[in-house]
């Protein structure tokens, strides 16, 4: 009888494992980071919050595991997510994965919430380094200016106040949450019903 109870919660969990969407995992936010700056600071300070706050978020050190594909896992959570926070920092723009991440943000049409952190917007410059096309430097030039126009916030981490900026970035992801879970369900009641 235990086996066979057993045998039937396997057969479950193979069930939801197959029925669950692989390509968009359930995650609200994406932290977009400059690991090498910002992973043991801001950024995980900025993932713990949001979770302590039931806030589904994706952040890679914490989400992903040894044998993930990189780009596959990334990709699809930030096509998956509601909110992008894009965590500027001076070495943000010499990271390819960095830029990457951000102009899929953009070019997906997600809310972005930039935080400058020991960086103003008008020095993130996206710099020709050999290792990308063309193509791919135009994509990260623009994810960069679309950035830079938009409201974020500041952050010194000298003179700054941390549990201060965690916390305000919280309530701002809380807002727009619900911000765009209102959109949807007004469009979703404008919508005609038909059989």
């Known amino acids: 009888m235990q086996r066979?109870?057993?045998?039937?919660?396997?057969?479950?969990?193979?069930?939801?494992?197959?029925?669950?969407?692989?390509s968009q995992p359930a995650c609200d936010v994406f932290i977009n980071h400059r690991g090498i700056d910002t992973k043991?600071?801001?950024?995980?300070?900025?993932?713990?919050?949001?979770?302590?706050?039931?806030?589904?978020?994706?952040?890679?050190?914490?989400?992903?595991?040894?044998?993930?594909?990189l780009f596959e896992h990334i990709d699809s959570a930030i096509l998956g997510c509601k909110i992008g926070i894009a965590v500027f920092s001076p070495r943000y723009c010499q990271s390819y994965f960095c830029l990457h991440e951000l102009a899929l943000m953009m070019e997906s049409g997600k809310k972005v919430?930039?935080?400058?952190?020991?960086?103003?917007?008008?020095?993130?410059?996206?710099?020709?380094?050999?290792?990308?096309?063309?193509?791919?430097?135009?994509?990260f030039g623009y994810a960069i200016e679309e950035a830079k126009q938009t409201v974020g916030l500041a952050f010194n981490t000298s003179k700054g106040n941390w549990s201060d900026v965690v916390t305000y970035a919280t309530d701002l992801v809380k807002?727009?949450?619900i911000e765009i879970d209102n959109k949807k369900h007004a469009t979703l009641m404008l919508k005609p019903y038909t059989k």
């Not at 589904?56 to 992903?64: A, V």
């Not at 919430?113 to 050999?130: G, H, M």
């Open 4 to 22: 066979s109870a057993m045998l039937n919660t396997i057969k479950r969990q193979m069930a939801y494992q197959k029925a669950r969407p692989t």
């Open 40 to 69: 043991k600071s801001i950024a995980s300070l900025l993932y713990h919050q949001l979770v302590s706050s039931r806030i589904p978020s994706f952040l890679d050190n914490k989400n992903m595991k040894p044998g993930d594909k």
């Open 113 to 139: 919430i930039p935080i400058f952190c020991d960086v103003k917007p008008s020095e993130l410059r996206v710099s020709d380094n050999k290792m990308c096309s063309m193509s791919e430097l135009k994509r």
């Open 175 to 177: 807002e727009s949450l």
